[in-house]
């Protein structure tokens, strides 16, 4: 019997889906290991789990991708640097290539932000910002990557995404999985989850511009940064020069960079734990001068 | 010992890591089938979103498919998402996959981004657009990455 049990619970934690827990569960009534009731609990408690960031297809990460973004670029200018932001684009797909999501449903985008703030931003599905005050931060291709590899990190882990109260979520998928809605293009639909998607990007804007993700979620992105820089090739110290550099130059209280992240002191200690446990690929002068050349005049 | 064989295929159909579900569908806006399991190897043709490919064969994290007459490689985050686990099941029941298949395409969508954008006309999608826009091609990504110096050894 504990075996049948297991072989249940292999089918059930394979997969997130409600649904499948749903015919799992059925097939263990059929089977006579579990109750109706018990299938029914089941059932229940992999709902109320699935309904979480998780149930956002990609595309609807997309969609919410835009409207951050859109939101962000109400805040800030952008100048046309073309070939500025092109080379952007190749470090930040160079470093996408060695990730788990090499592809994202729009694909990755970089741009760069005309302020002399100290930021960066990710918004899901890709939409990544980087402020001139954070390229001359800057000092080589390398810390440039690191600074990139740590907003990609935002995307891989969708920490964006996390930051959507789980009630609109539900809400959303309430409306959607509603009995006799034929088309999503229906006008009373449409508005009922724009409500929910307003709500949804104030909760992304709120927490990438104010609040932050807080402690947890960024030691997550640095440690998957360390990851991409030492896959793509990238010096992983860039990290912590960018860091070190951002500690001398921002002021407590200010509203940057400094604002929505944890203490640096704190980052760049465990980044150099991280980096003490195996080896680092050396900066490279090549590299140096390519980022002299394109973007070191910002 | 039937019960139990039928909980083990049971548990086994549900796994579409266990690699048992044969049909995956294209989860990003233009996917791509390549001549072998690598970014920078030739483009063999373009399979749209929701477009629904079989698969032959896994190569870490490449998955060599057919789309109509034609195989090529695609990677796997262009085909695995929460949503795709369950059309993968497909062969679990109709239950499963027109439920599935009734809420693609619903949600926030592009009517919803149009409400959206009614509500915030402060709001400009101009640079989002643009931004979209950029295109780098393999041929570029692979000439800027031979060019990085990444072949030194790592100290």
């Known amino acids: 019997m504990t075996r049948t049990i297991r072989l249940i619970l292999l089918g059930l934690s394979l997969t997130s889906c409600a649904q499948l827990a749903d015919v799992s569960s059925k097939i263990a009534v059929q089977a006579g290991v579990l109750s109706s009731s018990q299938a029914d609990a089941l059932k229940r408690s992999s709902e109320a789990v699935t309904k979480t960031f998780e149930d956002i297809t990609p595309s609807q990460e997309y969609y919410l991708g835009r409207s951050v973004s859109a939101t962000l670029l109400s805040k800030y200018a952008v100048t046309p640097h073309i070939q500025e932001n092109r080379y952007l684009n190749l470090i930040g797909k160079t470093l996408v290539l060695s990730s788990s999501k090499p592809e994202t449903f729009p694909n990755y985008h970089f741009l760069i932000l005309d302020s002399d703030e100290i930021n960066a931003f990710a918004a899901p599905s890709g939409f990544v910002f980087v402020t001139k005050g954070m390229i001359r931060l800057c000092q080589n291709e390398d810390d440039l990557a690191a600074v990139l590899a740590h907003e990609i990190s935002h995307v891989l882990n969708s920490h964006a995404l996390r930051a959507i109260k789980t009630s609109r979520i539900t809400s959303a998928l309430t409306i959607i999985g509603g009995e006799g809605i034929k088309t999503a293009a229906n006008n009373s639909i449409v508005n009922q989850l724009m409500g929910t998607f307003e709500g949804s990007i104030d909760d992304m804007t709120q927490t990438l511009t104010n609040s932050g993700y807080g402690r947890s979620l960024e030691s997550e992105a640095d440690k998957t940064a360390v990851a991409l820089l030492q896959k793509s090739g990238y010096n992983q110290e860039g990290l912590v020069r960018v860091l070190e550099r951002l500690k001398a130059k921002t002021k407590p209280g200010a509203k940057d960079f400094t604002a929505t992240h944890p203490d640096t002191d704190d980052r760049i200690s465990e980044v150099k734990d991280w980096l003490s446990e195996g080896s680092v690929n050396p900066v490279s002068a090549l590299r140096t001068t390519r980022f002299t050349r394109t973007i070191g005049r910002l | ?155």
Do not use: C
């Open chain 2, 1 to 155: 010992m039937k019960k139990k064989l039928a909980l083990f295929g049971a548990a086994l159909l549900l796994s579409p890591a266990l690699g048992f579900a044969t049909s995956l569908m294209v989860e990003v806006q233009q996917g791509q089938l390549r001549s072998e399991p690598t970014f920078f190897s030739k483009i063999i043709t373009n399979v749209g979103y929701h477009n629904s490919v079989t698969v032959l064969e896994e190569r870490g994290p490449w998955r060599l498919v057919q789309f109509k007459q034609q195989k090529g490689w695609m990677h796997i985050s262009a085909l695995m998402s929460s949503n795709v686990k369950l059309n993968a099941g497909l062969s679990l029941g109709d239950s499963i996959s027109s439920k599935d298949v009734s809420l693609a395409g619903k949600g926030f969508t592009k009517e919803v981004e149009n409400a959206f954008r009614k509500q915030h006309s402060e709001l400009s999608f101009a640079w989002v657009d643009k931004m979209e826009k950029v295109k780098i091609t393999s041929s570029e990504l692979e000439k800027f990455a031979a060019g990085s110096d990444f072949s030194t050894v790592a100290r």
